[in-house]
């Protein structure tokens, strides 16, 4: 007998699936009896949520889908949440949920709901399955809307009685080709500028698109930099990009919307603006944002184009614009502590540590202490928390990483807000051996809210955003990890080191001077 649950793992596996992210329930006990047969792993987190957020963090590293398991009810709201991550930074996620027995519609039955109407809004596809022989199709449609276009999350609610009927395994129809596209005009139109710029969004990032930005600087004389951060132009990981940006006279965006992060276009207001989207409501928005300033406009693939771009020759655009342009994004605070540990002194040392590594992967999350790790600290593979503005998700992340590659050397570096929301999964990561090294940048308050209060409010307005003096290292050395508690500049080295070749998840638990995020001009 072959039961729903079987052909829709084998249907997984058949495009190329080999990892899911779970946590289980009543209503999906039978994917995972079937994936044994699928020849697929299931790595079992602690909470819902954890389990989309590491769909998402492998989907980037392995560029290809992250697929993530839940049950019905509470434990399909209980991943919501991440999906908005997902959808911001572009990044494609397969979230299969349990759902109550279609037989039951109407009765009452255990969970039921309208699921698809929970998600629908955060996602590119929102689908349940009303019949067993429908499930090739609909798994194979959704893994591919999941990938194409504008990358995004994907959802599909399974049934208990579709799960558990019996059916045949069938072929998914052909996938349609595409049409090259012509970049002819696009790049006649760059040409005719005198300091254009472009901007690349999440999914155009050098962990998912590796030489991409070198290769497009090269055929366009551009310069290039990619966007991932609601602070947009902000970002410290841009350093001061905003001080010249608004000299640009041409903006070509690809895959990066026209929103608030770029000022609604008033970022270089006199600037003549492109937009490569695959997202029709993307080419919407830019246009009610910028009207006749948003003077080429496609909808495409922005991957595809920016190959089409990079393809060619070698531009003879003189190359003073973009000196001028990244010697602005390399503007740093140098700023370091005094007595007591500053954010940069933390970010040294990692740096020091992933040039010593194969393989090596940066997570950055949080708020405060994260921008410091953005401006920081490099990495071939990086994984930040996005454009959503959510935080969160770091642990998570670092557990996809291992996950996505066994011989990778992962550093996530969090504050002590961030790391507490998914803090139980480190007994995942020691359960399911994914090691890593978490730095808990530690000022024991949520930094980034009380930065706010202090601005707005004044110093002596303060309130409702500490936190106590947990030992957080203590606490994963109990679970089985290795911890360590860093309170002098001088044993940074030596501690990462040892977390490092531990080899075993651990916590480095470093108590900081909390400051801002880095600004500079």
């Known amino acids: 007998m072959t039961r729903g649950a079987d052909v829709v793992m084998q249907t997984l596996a058949a495009q190329g699936v080999k990892d899911i992210f779970a946590l289980s329930g009543n209503q999906i006990m039978p994917l995972f009896d079937a994936s044994l047969d699928a020849g697929i792993r299931l790595y079992h987190t602690r909470h819902e949520a954890a389990a989309v957020y590491m769909a998402e963090g492998y989907a980037q590293l392995s560029r290809g889908l ?92 399974l049934p208990a009685d579709v799960l558990m009927a019996e059916t045949v395994m069938s072929q998914a129809g ?42 497009l600087e090269r055929s366009t004389g551009a310069p290039v930099v990619v966007m991932e951060s609601p602070r947009g132009l902000k970002d410290p990981s841009l350093g001061a990009l905003a001080s010249v940006f608004a000299d640009a006279d041409r903006v070509l965006l690809l895959g990066k919307p026209l929103d608030f992060t770029l000022k609604f276009g008033a970022a270089a207001s006199k600037a003549g603006w492109g937009v490569v989207n695959a997202d029709r409501d993307e080419i919407s928005r830019a246009r009610g944002n910028c009207a006749e300033r948003l003077t080429q406009s496609l909808m495409a693939d922005p991957v595809d184009v920016a190959r089409g771009l990079a393809a060619g020759g070698a531009s003879d655009r003189d190359g003073t614009w973009c000196e001028t342009v990244y010697a602005a994004c390399a503007k740093r605070d140098d700023t370091f502590g005094q007595g007591v540990i500053h ?100 000022d024991l308050r949520w930094n980034a809210e009380h930065q706010i209060q202090v601005r707005d409010f004044g110093a002596d307005r303060t309130h409702g955003c500490g936190l106590g ?17 860093v309170t002098k500049v001088e044993d940074l080295t030596d501690t990462l080191r040892q977390a490092i070749a531990s080899g075993k998840p651990a916590c480095v638990n470093v108590m900081i001077d909390g400051q801002p995020a880095p600004v500079v001009a």
């Open 174 to 215: 052909p996938a349609q080709a595409t049409d090259p596209t012509n970049v002819a005009g696009l790049r006649d139109w760059l040409d005719a500028a005198q300091r254009p710029i472009v901007v690349l969004g999440p999914a155009l990032n050098a962990t998912r698109q590796p030489d991409l930005a070198t290769r």
């Open 343 to 442: 954010p940069n002194d933390i970010s040294s040392a990692v740096q020091t540590a992933l040039e010593d590594v194969a393989a090596p992967v940066l997570v950055c999350d949080g708020g405060e202490f994260g921008q410091w790790a953005q401006a920081g600290v490099t990495a071939p593979s990086r994984i930040i928390n996005g454009v959503s503005g959510a935080i969160g998700g770091g642990l998570c992340y670092a557990m996809a990483a291992r996950a996505a590659n066994p011989n990778a050397t992962v550093i996530a570096m969090m504050g002590d807000g961030t790391a507490g929301f998914h803090f139980a999964e480190f007994e995942t990561a020691i359960r399911e051996n994914l090691p890593f090294v978490a730095i808990i940048g530690n």
């Open 469 to 485: 003096e947990a030992r957080y290292d203590q606490a994963v050395a109990a679970l089985g990890g290795f911890g360590a508690y």
């Open 66 to 157: 992250g697929v993530a398991l839940v049950t019905a009810g509470a434990g399909l709201g209980n991943a919501v949440g991440p999906l908005l991550t997902a959808r911001a930074s572009d990044t494609p996620v397969l979230l299969l949920s349990g759902d109550s027995p279609v037989a039951r519609d109407g009765h009452g039955a255990f969970q039921e709901m309208d699921q698809v109407g929970l998600t629908q809004s955060l996602t590119k596809w929102s689908v349940r399955v009303s019949r067993a022989d429908d499930l090739v199709e609909v798994i194979t449609k959704a893994a591919r809307v999941a990938l194409e276009g504008r990358p995004g999350p994907v959802h599909v609610s």
